[in-house]
């Protein structure tokens, strides 16, 4: 058996940045650090950021008075924000900047009046954070399509004073078929100049689809609540190869491995190299002899620190 390393894969410059702010935090600060949710969506790093002391909280009630708390890279509400002011919380944003540019779209659209379409997984953290910078005091509103069958039943206001945005996160394709649906029913409606999918979910799309072309089995490292590591597997799995979300080794079935002569390996935006290192070494030590990494984009996006936890 022969493994093709998808290029880019692991980390993102969001993921790293969210994750260099938990860690300085924990220096300056020392434990117990509390984040709110899940600081990226990976098993193996929240684990061991709790072993390094952080609590990982959902509400800031959680959270006692006097104390650092960091909100996780997918957003939050505004009314987290601001009650974390008025407590007088200690408060380190890791919000990825990319997620914090639809958040300031989100706020232009409002304070225009408009209605806002948000295309999103509901549930997701990204998506309530999103939902919550909306600001309907100036007449506007918001209203979330997962679909384009989302799309044809929407109740619309104000067709000519609409726009659109987009999770971070989402399967490109998926996002410009509803975009279609929403331009082709509402030729008016206004988006963002480029579509609001991260630069890493892209090109990590993109990698799989070279791999699918080439492989018969695809092997995903991410967690099963990471929403870009959820969109690779599926494009596997539409691509017509089998597909599998996994954490680590510990998940993989062997029977996965009976017959396949060529294995894509790939991983989300929120895994680290490390799981695919490991990854790579169990199916060395279940026959495989060749590990060849595919071309690709070569990333160079890097994010800065707040002022207050950056080096002299």
Request: hydrophobic letters at 40%; glycine letters at 8%; one cysteine or more.
């Amino acid at each position: 058996m022969e493994v093709q390393l998808a290029n880019p894969r692991g980390f993102c410059a969001g993921v790293e940045r969210a994750i260099d702010i938990v860690e300085r935090a924990l220096e300056i600060h020392g434990a117990p650090l509390y984040v709110r949710h899940e600081v990226v969506h990976n098993r193996h790093v929240v684990d061991r950021l709790r072993g390094a002391g952080v609590i990982f909280v959902e509400e800031l009630d959680e959270v006692p008075d006097g104390q650092v708390v960091i909100f996780s890279a997918h957003g939050v509400p505004r009314r987290l924000q601001d009650e974390a002011k008025q407590r007088g919380l200690t408060v380190f944003d890791a919000t990825c900047p990319l997620v914090t540019k639809v958040h300031i779209e989100v706020s232009r659209y409002a304070k225009e009046g408009r209605e806002v379409v948000l295309i999103g997984h509901a549930g997701h953290p990204e998506v309530e954070g999103t939902l919550g910078q909306f600001d309907e005091r100036h007449g506007g509103r918001m209203v979330l399509v997962e679909s384009p069958a989302d799309v044809a039943t929407l109740e619309i206001r104000q067709p000519d004073r609409l726009a659109y945005v987009s999770q971070t996160t989402l399967s490109m394709d998926d996002t410009a078929e509803i975009i279609g649906a929403l331009r082709e029913r509402f030729p008016a409606i206004e988006g963002p100049r480029k579509m609001d999918i991260c630069y890493a979910t892209q090109n990590r799309q993109d990698a799989v689809k070279v791999l699918a072309a080439d492989c018969d089995l695809l092997l995903v490292v991410g967690s099963k609540n990471s929403s870009n590591s959820n969109r690779l597997r599926e494009i596997g799995t539409r691509a017509g190869i089998e597909s599998h979300l996994v954490d680590g080794p510990a998940d993989v079935d062997p029977q996965w491995l009976a017959g396949k002569r060529r294995i894509g390996v790939t991983a989300g935006a929120s895994a680290p190299e490390l799981l695919v290192n490991e990854l790579i070494e169990f199916l060395r030590s279940r026959g495989v002899n060749e590990v060849v990494e595919a071309p690709g984009i070569e990333e160079n996006v890097t994010f800065s620190l707040p002022q207050a936890l950056r080096r002299a």
